[in-house]
């Protein structure tokens, strides 16, 4: 146990430091790309091949991600596949990597293409207000994003289907019954083929959500195990939690684009770009949201974190064994190399979950 923990901690350290540089470099690569005249530059090119303001926008988008890409493929590689390897933790061949990473950049890309073409139509005519209306478009996205994610986006990288354990299926519905939670199916996710981890979890709003459990969760671990986990995601949709994080985004979004409006003006003159719209001041604007995104991080972790705690003591009080949970936790947390006891800053920058060591200390509290 000793060293897992051990190793667990080598792993944590080793992710934080591929955050670390990940930031760094991609700070790097916006300032460059502003102070160079590299996005001038790219302007002029996109602007010869087309007339149109939101072709030149697309042009511009997809030119930009596409270097963003190419320049941070080796770090990817490291952080996805060869530091997965190093904790064996990956099932993935390098050929599974690229073709995984190439879907993530397609898919990655239309939603830049589809969010940057509705926000530079909202700088272009609606110059002191984009903020407020660029909040209620990422909603609506996050809302739409919600419902086909279930049905189409990991079908695109998982198969998934339902559980066959007819046994365990009937249990985990029942307890779905049990506590008030409608749920018709129990689906398996094939994680097994990437990764070693084992991870559940609430996909989707509405009707179309689902309960999703992979199948290296469902080969290695008891049915009491699956059990507790199982209702810990029955809290989350108990408790209206997709919802509340939804509301909670909406108001840090609304934060965040009108923080970023008032810094963004004021320093448009500076830079002597023409008006709030031109595509050349992208960096700049990326640079903005990037960092009032990293300002106020902390407070939706803090948010995310208290939720999942909510989940937890929802699930200890409607399974038959507090101690299911408990082996349960420990068990996610040896296999997925989950650092017990991070530091407190690290906790409050980087985890949207408790540490193991405080969700198990809470399963102990619990009368």
Known sequence: MEGTSTKAKQYSRSKTRLIVVQLFLTAAFLIAMLFSGASPLLKGLVVSWSRNFYLQVGFYLAVFAGIYYLLFLGLDFYGGFL?????QLSNQTVFGWLKKSIKKELLSLLLLLAAGEVLYFFLRHFPSHWWLLTTAAWLLLTIVL??????LIIPLFYKCGPIANSELKERLLSLGKNCGVGIKQVFEVQLSKDTRKANAAVAG???GRRILLGDTLLKG????EI???FAHELGHVRLLHSW???GFGAVVSLTSFYLTFLVFKASLSFFAFNGIHDIAAFPLLAIILMAVGLILMPIQHGYLRHLEKQADMFAIERIQSKQSFVSAMTKLGSQNLLDPSPSRLEELLL???P???KRLRYAEEKK
């Open 244 to 246: 509340k994080i939804l």
């Open 83 to 87: 530091l997965e390897h190093k904790f």
């Open 355 to 357: 540490p193991i060591s």
């Open 227 to 229: 059990e507790a986990i």
């Open 221 to 224: 671990y008891l049915d009491e």
């Open 146 to 151: 919600g419902k086909i994610t279930p049905v």
């Open 351 to 353: 985890y949207d979950h």
């Open 205 to 207: 709003l509405g009707k």
